[in-house]
């Protein structure tokens, strides 16, 4: 009997250094890995309290959009991931679920409530399966600066189509304002400005099955009017063409929440027109970047990283973000008398969410655009026709895509 003692007190004695390093491992700390700027900001200041209730530290990992995407993949590799939260751009969903990357957080117990936009969550539902949430509402509006399109005998609501933005361009340029500033400092930022303007035509860069849809009659009138539209300005960088915007030395811009200043004397933000002229059919012309969040599948973590996920998106929580820069993706947010009283943006930044249309859901998306917006800045420059260039890319597309 006292053997069985001996050899049971040894046991236990053996399991318990492993008891405490297992709970420490799984309750001391989450780890987050998050965009940096305000995507991480506005995570930063409102998890203190998620922390004292539960007596743990997370701890905020920011990386820029490319080192963040490519951590997140390494790190899937491993048995024992080192994060318990990631934040995923729309664009890398098909990838990150091909590769295993993300666990089920339905199986985990979390829902969407009736709050959330609907039409923000289409992306983070695949195959049955519920991956992600959608944090911060990145979706493209237009900067505009309010002196000019006073000094130019306009007002929000006269700019309803493509062709009166345009109108409001030139007539700004040609009375010693800028015109329209777009971002050609990357193939990616090529093709995301210019994705407003092709749905506005009515058209798309891939078909249901993503087939590549870029050789069209839309594309090419889309891409005919950007010309002519990013002519009135100059291309530049976020940064500059937010000052810009803010100086008058440019007037209008394909813009996002994120950018906002609402200290800012002016600039604001309008819908982008969803239709080509006045007479034309409206489309939904609205591109998401929505930053969302999940889990990844090899968390030691799980069940309290679910935790910090469903109190990161409550309701409350999430209002006390917008102070900070914060853009959810929540009717209570976005509707809240005392919030639009302060930042009267939001109003407009919920209908392009009620409206949105994510960037397609392929692995390939990165060479995509990629190949794309290469195509594209030649056409834009002068260096090849737009309709040889269009019939290239179709044809590299095609072939990247193994269609």
């Not at 069985?4 to 318990?16: D, P």
């Not at 994510?358 to 737009?386: A, C, H």
Request: aromatic content about 10%; some cysteine; hydrophobic content about 35%.
């Amino acid at each position: 009997m006292k053997k069985r003692f001996i050899a049971i007190a040894m046991i236990l004695g053996m399991m318990l250094p492993l008891a405490g390093c297992t709970q420490k491992e799984d309750h001391s700390k989450l780890t987050l890995a998050l965009r940096s700027g305000v995507y991480s900001d506005v995570i930063r200041y409102s998890i203190a309290e998620f922390e004292a209730q539960h007596g743990i530290t997370c701890e905020i990992i920011e990386l820029s959009e490319d080192d963040l995407h490519s951590d997140i993949l390494n790190d899937s590799a491993n048995r024992k991931g080192e994060y318990d939260i990631v934040m995923v751009d729309g664009s890398w969903v098909a990838e990150f679920i091909s590769e295993e990357v993300l666990a089920d957080i339905g199986e985990l117990g979390y829902s969407f409530d009736d709050d959330v936009i609907p039409a923000t969550t289409t992306i983070c539902v695949q195959n049955g399966k519920t991956y992600l949430v959608p944090y911060y509402g990145n979706v493209t509006v237009m900067m505009y600066n309010k002196d000019a399109l006073s000094t130019a005998g306009y007002s929000e609501e006269d700019i309803q189509s493509l062709d009166d933005l345009l109108d409001f361009c030139k007539v700004s340029s040609n009375s010693g304002y800028g015109g329209f500033a777009y971002r050609g400092d990357t193939e990616n930022n090529i093709v995301v400005d210019f994705l407003p303007v092709l749905r506005a035509f009515g058209g798309w860069v891939v078909d249901d099955n993503n087939n590549p849809t870029v050789n069209t009659a839309e594309f090419k009138k889309a891409l005919e009017y950007y010309i002519n539209l990013k002519n009135t300005g100059t291309a530049l960088s976020k940064e500059e063409l937010i000052s810009a915007i803010e100086s008058g030395d440019e007037v209008a811009a394909v813009g996002w929440p994120g950018w906002y200043n609402s200290e800012s004397t002016a600039t604001d933000y309008m819908a982008f027109p969803g239709k080509s002229s006045d007479d034309a059919t409206a489309y939904n012309s609205n591109i998401y970047g929505i930053w969302t969040l999940g889990i990844p599948d090899n968390s030691v973590n799980k069940e309290l990283a679910c935790e910090l996920l469903t109190y990161l998106m409550d309701p409350e929580v999430q209002k006390m973000t917008v102070e900070k820069g914060g853009v959810p993706c929540r009717y209570s947010s976005l509707t809240d008398p005392d919030i639009l009283a302060v930042d009267p943006h939001l109003e407009v930044i919920c209908d392009a969410l009620e409206n949105g249309i994510y960037r397609p859901v392929m692995d390939d998306w990165p060479n995509f655009y990629t190949v794309l917006g290469q195509e594209m800045k030649k056409m834009i420059n002068g260096e090849i026709s737009i309709e040889d260039g269009l019939n290239l890319a179709q044809t590299e597309l095609e072939t990247i895509l193994g269609k």
